[in-house]
């Protein structure tokens, strides 16, 4: 199997908490080159050495970095898609203290990554309603499913992950028709094409990238849904008083496929949102984190209905 060997580029002080942030995209194996940890071994006061070979003396000038590898394959690819939105996210909030979070990738370019794309996106069947396309493919509808057609972007993904799969899967059993759905960190807004296609009468979808927000709008009109369908808003919701108000209340449907840390901080604020009888389902959790999620959602008053895994991911349907 191919691996894209992909270099992250950030400041010393750094390292720890972006090993964390990686964990938190099921990215678990890394190789760390830091000018820091020369330093330490020659302050090492109990080390008994007196010949260091080239390789740790390169480690003397070499700019700080995380390696890490991922598969050649549309897992991959759809990995690196969101790496890159959440290292444009952590650049934006604190550039002074996470450096360049530049990213260097093996043999391939960014003007490659469409053709990339095309290597392995294909369509696909998900559960038993959709069927997710590129534009560049030609498909006709296979069983009275919907055809959910949608593109890589350089940040967002195409719905291949595992935990987009998951919670488009959940959406089948809860949208039954005429609901009214909020997409939090909506992304390339697939998700909410899905809810749309399923039968879901309007979505409010809202993402902290502004990038995210006008792709995913231009997505949902590809799909053949005017603007009286859909308002698209950026922000945090966590932290903008002002965006919670304009995205307002009374929804059926929550999904919000993002990371356990901001779901956890998302989690008293998802009751605010929903009508009395309102679904939530949230997604992009490590195995690792499920219990911190869980506990967090409990608190907030919410019960657990329906669990999905997929090779260490979890998606959840919850009530209140």
């Known amino acids: 199997m191919d691996f894209l060997q992909t270099d992250v580029y950030t400041e010393s002080k750094a390292v720890d908490v972006l090993v964390m942030q990686l964990s938190e995209l099921g990215i678990t194996g890394f190789v760390i080159h830091d000018s820091?940890?020369?330093?330490?071994?020659?302050?090492?006061?109990?080390?008994?050495?007196?010949?260091?070979?080239?390789?740790?003396?390169?480690?003397?000038?070499?700019?700080?970095?995380?390696?890490?590898?991922?598969?050649?394959?549309?897992?991959?690819?759809?990995?690196?898609?969101?790496?890159?939105?959440?290292?444009?996210?952590?650049?934006?909030?604190n550039p002074d203290f996470y450096g360049s979070l530049e990213i260097h990738i093996d043999s391939v370019r960014e003007e490659d990554w469409a053709n990339n794309w095309k290597q392995y996106y294909k369509p696909f069947n998900v559960g038993e309603k959709l069927i997710v396309k590129p534009s560049w493919e030609d498909v006709s509808p296979q069983d009275g499913r919907k055809i959910l057609e949608i593109d890589p972007a350089s940040s967002?993904?195409?719905?291949?992950?595992?935990?987009?799969?998951?919670?488009?899967?959940?959406?089948?059993?809860?949208?039954?028709?005429?609901?009214?759905?909020?997409?939090?960190?909506?992304?390339?807004?697939?998700?909410?094409?899905?809810?749309?296609?399923?039968?879901?009468?309007?979505?409010?979808?809202?993402?902290?990238?502004?990038?995210?927000?006008?792709?995913?709008?231009?997505?949902v009109r590809k799909n053949g849904f005017d603007d009286s369908k859909f308002r698209a808003y950026?922000?945090?919701?966590?932290?903008?008083?002002?965006?919670r108000e304009k995205i307002g209340t009374g929804f059926d449907v929550i999904t919000a496929n993002i990371?356990?840390?901001?779901?956890?901080?998302?989690?008293?604020?998802?009751?605010?949102?929903?009508?009395?009888?309102?679904?939530?389902?949230?997604?992009?959790i490590i195995d690792e984190r499920l219990d911190e999620v869980l506990a967090a959602l409990h608190e907030a008053g919410f019960t657990v209905k329906e669990r999905k895994n997929a090779e260490g991911w979890n998606a959840i349907v919850l009530k209140q």
């Open 259 to 284: 990371v356990a840390d901001v779901i956890i901080a998302m989690s008293p604020l998802f009751g605010g949102f929903m009508k009395a009888d309102g679904t939530l389902i949230v997604s992009g």
């Open 156 to 219: 967002f993904g195409t719905g291949q992950h595992h935990t987009t799969k998951m919670v488009m899967e959940l959406l089948e059993g809860v949208i039954t028709g005429g609901e009214k759905m909020l997409d939090l960190g909506c992304g390339s807004g697939i998700l909410s094409i899905a809810g749309l296609l399923l039968g879901a009468d309007s979505v409010v979808m809202a993402d902290v990238f502004e990038n995210a927000v006008n792709t995913a709008a231009e997505n």
């Open 234 to 243: 950026r922000g945090n919701i966590i932290d903008d008083t002002a965006l």
């Open 36 to 93: 820091a940890d020369f330093d330490e071994f020659l302050n090492d006061k109990n080390a008994n050495w007196d010949y260091v070979d080239d390789e740790l003396m390169g480690l003397k000038t070499v700019p700080t970095h995380i390696t890490l590898y991922l598969q050649d394959n549309a897992q991959g690819l759809e990995t690196l898609a969101e790496l890159k939105g959440a290292l444009a996210e952590l650049r934006t909030k």
